[in-house]
């Protein structure tokens, strides 16, 4: 079965330092996601990538965070200058055309210091 | 905007016991309506979704959700609790008439099976 995946599934990284965090969707999915869920926090929305463009941020998702599909198969997101507070767990999430149903992959936890 | 509300942040059972886990939204709209699960140190699985159609809705491992649209509300059950159920469930709603679905979740609610 097809399924998400990101890696790395841990980094730990210094403040200030940038993070790319990388995904691959399912091959044949065209609208992509990220979301994040700080420690005993609910999983939140971060971005919605569609047609090679952002369709939707959220507040969270300011001028630090940039998203990229490179080839055909990645979905980045980088962080430019890591804080405290981007401490979570990243998840990657794909979804075909004609359905609603987003499938995540295992998350990637970030933890800075 | 959307919001979901789950009650309870923690729920504890006995195997073989009855589990709801309650979820109630807030939408202008119904909205589509999802449970997720999430085991330790896992990432997220759907269990089932409520696009249309039927209100009942069965997923995978034995549980079901019902849409009451009267009550604004999509509580997941399971007749018999397993020690294996035991995980953090969300609930998330999207915008039936939005264009890129992104997912509104709860705050989650942690289920404990106890032998």
Request: with cysteine.
């Amino acid at each position: 079965e097809p399924e998400v995946t990101q890696t790395p599934s841990h980094q730990v990284t210094q403040m200030g330092q940038e993070v790319i965090l990388r995904c691959v969707p399912i091959s044949n999915h065209l609208y992509f996601y990220w979301y994040r869920q700080i420690l005993g926090q609910k999983v939140e929305f971060l971005v919605s990538f569609y047609n090679n463009e952002i369709s939707e941020k959220s507040e969270i998702f300011d001028d630090q965070f940039s998203v990229e599909r490179p080839d055909g198969s990645n979905f980045t997101l980088k962080i430019r200058s890591t804080k405290l507070e981007d401490s979570a767990m990243y998840f990657c999430a794909s979804k075909g055309q004609g359905t609603e149903t987003q499938y995540f992959g295992p998350g990637t936890r970030l933890l800075v210091l | 905007a959307q919001s979901v509300t789950q009650l309870g942040s923690h729920v504890s059972v006995s195997e073989g016991a009855l589990v709801l886990l309650r979820c109630n939204y807030s939408s202008s709209v119904p909205p589509y309506l999802f449970w997720y699960v999430q085991y330790p140190n896992q990432g997220l699985q759907l269990l089932l979704k409520y696009t249309s159609a039927a209100t009942l809705v069965k997923g995978i491992n034995g549980f079901e959700a019902e849409f009451k649209k009267s009550e604004t509300s999509f509580h997941l059950t399971k007749p018999s609790a397993h020690m294996s159920d035991a995980a953090e469930y969300f609930c998330a709603v999207s915008d039936r008439g939005g264009s890129n679905y992104k997912l509104t979740f709860g705050k989650g609610t942690l289920l404990t099976v106890n032998p």
